[in-house]
């Protein structure tokens, strides 16, 4: 410890570099040559949206690499802190990794400064780790979450999504990513309802992820054979909160029932 | 060139200390107390800058005299944790390495520099009942020489402590709910020399180590709800 030559900014990150350079995640030692990419999980849908008491975002539980399951229960959603979520998409390790760091980077600066930041300077930070992390992305190990929470100053929901150059896009409805997101944007392009309330929306979510699943073979659909549902987390005024998965499967039960009835 | 002067180390030691000990008596006090729903912290400060810090999961930082070098430790406390739980796990951050680690720093201080740093700080950890092994409190008082002391109970730092410190030895009970420990707090700031008789909740700044609650257990109590309390 040493009192007055440190690092004294409040970022975790640029603390990380100055001081333990080593702990830093850098993804450009990860492989040996341009295109020698190692086999690494990755297929996703996730989705972020927006309802009258915030936002709402929602992930499924498949991990693939290649063609096969490499995990059948991960997590894709997280709460980064008490008033925002976020939900990745692309590499998982390198993903994980992101989430935790910016967990901790919020976490830090909260800490250090006394105040949390406001929801668009959490946005901006990942974003910047989001372009630090650009040669991975170009070697094929991107990095693409969605971002969203309950932005306290505004009283709503916001969501953002990104781009490998760190490029940040803010959403007034809904946006989805990952190798199903086609299919869960068409569905929520007819469900969706603008300040739904908290059922509406999670059975929108729900209905989006069953039909990516449908479609797509590196997203999971729900397995109730053995009880695995998407993650849904909701964030509010009160802060963040995951729907059980209960209800999640009541929400899922819902939508099939619909299905049928369109049918007959 | 001259020589500098002969100065006999055991005096230089004794002046630094009576230098820190000047400032320390002139700012107010806190106390920091174990009760039923953690540890409870107290500190007689109208002021905005903050007395009180959350460093971890369960540790928080409590810090007299000199603002601007007590608020240097805190930081340096969070940085310092932050990287920890990073490196290894939430549970490998511990409030008695960190006291460890200021004890260390502070009397290297001491003993290099000229000016020693007019603080005395506490760093409290709450335990957490589901890890074997952790399950007890923990208060540590560091000075400004980086003498390091650990405290059962109840700890006071600042100026005048020996009116507060008869008054808990004699008040004190284990397991107080919240509301009875931050009656006590007060009552106990109440009787610094250079304190305020008359305490009212906007003077004091409180924070709570919530045994109930999980991952963050730091908790500012708003003066609203210490105002409810203290009635």
């Not at chain 2, 004890?103 to 890890?131: C, H, W, Y």
């Amino acid at each position: 410890m040493h009192f007055w030559d440190g690092y004294r900014g409040t970022s975790f990150t640029e603390l990380l570099e100055a001081e333990h350079p080593q702990l830093k995640p850098n993804l450009r030692h990860w492989f040996a040559e341009p295109g020698q990419l190692p086999p690494t999980a990755s297929g996703t849908t996730c989705l972020a949206l927006r309802f009258a008491g915030g936002a709402l975002v929602a992930g499924d539980r498949l991990a693939t690499m290649g063609n096969q399951v490499a995990s059948r229960r991960i997590e894709k959603v997280f709460a980064t802190d008490d008033y925002s979520l976020m939900a990745i998409a692309g590499a998982a390790g390198p993903a994980m990794e992101m989430a935790r760091l910016i967990g901790i980077q919020f976490e830090h600066r909260e800490k250090i400064e006394g105040a949390p930041l406001e929801l668009e300077g959490k946005a901006n930070t990942l974003a910047q780790l989001i372009r630090q992390n650009l040669p991975a992305a170009m070697q094929g190990l991107a990095v693409l979450p969605l971002f969203a929470g309950y932005d306290r100053r505004r009283r709503t929901g916001r969501v953002w999504k990104y781009e490998i150059t760190g490029g940040r896009y803010e959403e007034s409805e809904f946006e989805c990513v990952g190798s199903g997101a086609i299919f869960a944007r068409e569905s929520l392009k007819v469900s969706f309802r603008e300040n739904a309330q908290r059922a509406d929306a999670l059975r929108m979510a729900v209905q989006a992820l069953t039909d990516a699943a449908d479609e797509d073979r590196g997203t999971g659909g729900v397995d109730d054979e053995r009880g695995i549902y998407p993650n849904v987390k909701f964030c509010t005024a009160e802060g963040v909160e995951s729907a059980p998965d209960e209800e999640v499967a009541g929400a899922w039960r819902e939508v099939l029932v619909a299905r049928r009835r369109r049918r007959e | 060139m001259s020589l500098p002067f002969y100065v006999n180390p055991e005096q230089m030691a004794r002046d630094k200390s009576e230098y820190a000990r000047k400032g320390i008596a002139r700012g107010k006090s806190v106390v920091t107390l174990e009760c039923g729903a953690g540890v409870l912290i107290v500190a007689e400060n109208p002021l905005k800058l903050q007395k009180l810090g959350e460093i971890y999961d369960r540790i928080a930082f409590a810090g007299v005299g000199r603002f601007s070098e007590f608020e240097r430790l805190r930081k340096m406390g969070v940085q310092w944790a932050d990287v920890e739980g990073y490196r290894f796990s939430r549970d490998d951050v511990r409030g008695k390495a960190l006291a460890n680690l200021y004890a260390q720093a502070l009397g290297e201080e001491f003993t290099r520099s000229s000016k020693p740093f007019e603080v005395e700080i506490v760093v409290a950890e709450v335990g957490d009942a589901e890890l074997a092994g952790q399950e007890a409190n923990a208060i540590y008082q560091v000075s400004f020489d980086g003498a390091i002391q650990d405290h059962e109970g109840y700890c006071v730092i600042g100026g005048s402590i020996h009116a507060l410190q008869r008054h808990l030895e004699t008040n004190y009970r284990a397991n107080l709910e919240l509301g009875a420990a931050l009656r006590l707090g007060r009552d106990t700031l109440q009787r610094a020399e250079n304190g305020n008789p008359n305490l009212r909740s906007g003077d004091l700044e409180v924070i709570v180590l919530d045994r109930r609650r999980s991952g963050r257990r730091f908790r500012r109590l708003p003066p609203e709800e210490v105002q409810q309390i203290l009635g």
